[in-house]
């Protein structure tokens, strides 16, 4: 079963970046799909970006294209967000998701993290 932590989530200012990381505790790391989702204050979850097992399949929120990568290494059991340019309405909860299926990995992942604070001053 995989557990997802989050780390690297901090305050930034307005056009600063930041490096989220996500350790699952699983050895079969490489068989699931990873992706990130965030929540802001009084908004639902929203998906951002996802990773498909090898790496080479990526997809995004339009609100984040251009300006977030995700990228992983499997033999680190890793997947990591890099954040650049980044506003004040980027400020939330951001969570780490995995699942075996890249299609529930967008909608509905069956493994959660805890979740990392951002917030993003003007």
């Known amino acids: 079963q995989v557990q997802p932590v989050e780390s690297g989530g901090g305050l930034v200012q307005a056009g600063g970046s930041l490096r989220l990381s996500c350790v699952a505790s699983?050895?079969?790391?490489?068989?699931?799909?990873m992706g990130w989702f965030r929540q802001a204050p009084g908004k639902e979850r929203e998906f951002i970006a996802a990773?498909?097992?090898?790496?080479?399949?990526?997809d995004y929120d339009d609100s984040v294209k251009g300006r977030f990568t995700i990228f992983r290494d499997n033999a680190k059991n890793t997947v990591y967000l890099q954040m650049n340019s980044l506003k004040p309405e980027d400020t939330a909860v951001y969570y780490c998701a995995a699942d075996r299926s890249w299609s529930l990995l967008k909608s509905a992942p069956a493994y959660w993290g805890q979740g990392t604070q951002v917030t993003v001053s003007s």
């Open positions: 699983e050895r079969t790391f490489s068989n699931y799909a």
């Open positions: 990773i498909n097992r090898s790496g080479v399949t990526r």
